[in-house]
């Protein structure tokens, strides 16, 4: 490994040291409820997962991608969307999940990026989300127990991951990030940071997709993207 992955290798180490029940104990009890239940969805699968990255790490990209969290890897099968988060959870993934695998979201971007013409853009970007944790369909529970205070990390679930994904961002030095739909863009502000130029644009969700396609097509022109 280069020294930019050791660096980001140690993320993974940390987070799987760290999310436990004694530091978030409402994040569990929610965990535990989902994987109680009988009757799964034919894309769910137990839950205790993560994924930080969705992509290679690659230093200087044009494009960061961040979303807001990880929801389910095959849209249309649970146990192969296991075997594939699983493999996520150990380190960056060899391959590019937008590219690879059968979720909405990567469904939605190669149809957005292809539109652009510029599909090369979604194969080379660095992907991730600001919150690590695998949910499915994010509720109100969620955000409650994710908002919760640890006693032992002194910051929340939120906070924790945000917190590293801010100094992820600082370490890949993208030339654009985009942060994908309302949620993701609690992250940081549209600005300039670190020398990384911060983008908001919309969530790939009904109306949502030619936006997406307009922004990046104004993104491209204007940041130079190569």
Same mark, same amino acid.
């Given at each position: 490994?280069?020294?930019?992955?050791?660096? %980001?290798?140690?993320?993974?180490?940390? @987070?799987?040291? *760290?999310?436990?029940?004694?530091?978030?104990?409402? +994040?569990? #009890? !929610?965990?535990?409820?989902?994987?109680?239940?009988?009757?799964?969805?034919?894309?769910?699968?137990?839950?205790?997962?993560?994924?930080?990255?969705?992509?290679?790490?690659?230093?200087?990209?044009?494009?960061?991608? %961040?979303?807001?969290?990880?929801?389910? @890897?095959?849209? *249309?099968?649970?146990?192969?969307?296991?075997?594939? +988060?699983? #493999? !996520?959870?150990?380190?960056?993934?060899?391959?590019?999940?937008?590219?690879?695998?059968?979720?909405?979201?990567?469904?939605?971007?190669?149809?957005?990026?292809?539109?652009?013409?510029?599909?090369?853009?979604?194969?080379?970007?660095?992907?991730?989300?600001?919150?690590?944790?695998?949910?499915?369909?994010?509720?109100?529970?969620?955000?409650?127990?994710?908002?919760?205070?640890?006693?032992?990390?002194?910051?929340?679930?939120?906070?924790?991951?945000?917190?590293?994904?801010?100094?992820?961002?600082?370490?890949?030095?993208?030339?654009?990030?985009?942060?994908?739909?309302?949620?993701?863009?609690?992250?940081?502000?549209?600005?300039?940071?670190?020398?990384?130029?911060?983008?908001?644009?919309?969530?790939?969700?009904?109306?949502?997709?030619?936006?997406?396609?307009?922004?990046?097509?104004?993104?491209?022109?204007?940041?130079?993207?190569?």
């Amino acid at each position: 490994m280069n020294e930019l992955e050791i660096q %980001i290798q140690k993320y993974y180490e940390d @987070f799987k040291r *760290d999310f436990n029940r004694g530091n978030f104990p409402a +994040v569990f #009890e !929610l965990i535990d409820d989902h994987n109680s239940k009988d009757n799964l969805k034919k894309q769910e699968h137990f839950l205790g997962t993560f994924a930080i990255f969705y992509t290679p790490v690659r230093y200087k990209p044009e494009i960061m991608m %961040i979303g807001n969290n990880p929801s389910w @890897f095959d849209k *249309d099968n649970g146990n192969k969307g296991y075997r594939i +988060v699983k #493999e !996520l959870m150990k380190s960056p993934p060899n391959d590019n999940s937008y590219l690879v695998h059968n979720h909405v979201y990567a469904n939605r971007m190669q149809d957005i990026f292809s539109r652009v013409g510029r599909i090369d853009l979604l194969k080379n970007c660095v992907g991730m989300n600001r919150w690590w944790l695998q949910t499915g369909a994010e509720n109100a529970s969620w955000n409650k127990a994710c908002k919760a205070y640890s006693q032992n990390l002194n910051q929340s679930l939120y906070e924790y991951c945000e917190t590293r994904t801010r100094e992820i961002i600082s370490l890949i030095k993208p030339k654009v990030a985009l942060l994908v739909g309302a949620k993701a863009q609690k992250l940081l502000p549209q600005e300039t940071y670190l020398g990384v130029d911060i983008r908001h644009v919309s969530y790939p969700l009904g109306g949502g997709i030619t936006l997406l396609e307009q922004e990046l097509r104004e993104i491209i022109k204007l940041s130079r993207v190569r």
